[in-house]
């Protein structure tokens, strides 16, 4: 079955700095990898997605980047802010997803 | 995206007690339901899934028999805890999908057995 393997597990940034999230995953038949935002005590809530046939997708500060010869996709975020501080999954998907096991992100003002 | 709730969103029973969690897609049709059990500082745990009108698939581990879930329509899932105890106290979050793969997930909800 899936694998995914997130990194690093905490993260912390100052206002303003970039952040990167990486993820691997071992299920080359894996076609669909999105990225999750849970703030305490919520669900997660999806922010960026990409499919195997693309290579980057961007939504204003947020970019996503997948390497499928590596197995490998990453989550970016540009000129991040407080509010960016929470926990973020990746997920790997082609019939089930699977997820990572998150990444604490904490952006100092 | 699409708004997925659930209901209710804390509850505290006693042991020995069955509680049960809905979970309800607004604004689409899901033709897939997941539950996934959460502790704390740790990813999604999925437990099991369901689609509208036919038996849950359980993940390995996860006893049915304790674990009812009812997906009576495509618009609500429930998920029952029978015999609730202690060790069952965590965050239980449902999800929900259209065919096209992409998971929305409810807000949660907090069980606390005493």
């Known amino acids: 079955g899936e694998n995914v393997e997130q990194h690093p597990s905490t993260l912390s940034v100052q206002e303003g700095d970039s952040a990167v999230i990486k993820c691997t995953y071992s299920?080359?038949?894996?076609?669909?990898f999105p990225w999750y935002k849970q703030e305490l005590g919520k669900g997660p809530q999806l922010i960026i997605d990409i499919r195997s046939n693309v290579g980057e997708k961007k939504d204003q500060r947020i970019a996503v980047t997948l390497n499928k010869t590596a197995k490998h996709f990453s989550l970016h975020i540009t000129e991040t802010q407080p509010e960016d501080s929470a926990v973020y999954f990746c997920a790997a998907s082609q019939a089930d997803m699977r997820f990572g096991a998150g990444t604490r992100l904490t952006v100092k003002p | 995206g699409a708004v997925v709730s659930q209901h209710p969103s804390w509850v505290i029973c006693k042991s020995g007690t069955s509680v049960k969690i809905e979970c309800r897609s607004l604004d689409f049709q899901a033709t897939t339901m997941f539950w996934y059990r959460q502790f704390p500082k740790q990813s999604l745990m999925l437990m099991a899934t369901s689609n509208e009108g036919s038996k849950a698939t359980y993940e390995q581990g996860v006893e049915k028999d304790k674990f009812l879930i009812n997906h009576a329509s495509l618009t609500l899932s429930t998920l029952t805890v029978t015999s609730a105890h202690p060790e069952d106290s965590s965050f239980y979050i449902c999800?929900?999908?259209?065919?096209?793969?992409?998971?929305?997930f409810g807000p949660g909800t907090r069980l606390l057995v005493l």
């Open positions: 999800s929900a999908a259209r065919r096209e793969e992409t998971q929305y």
């Open positions: 299920d080359s038949a894996s076609n669909y």
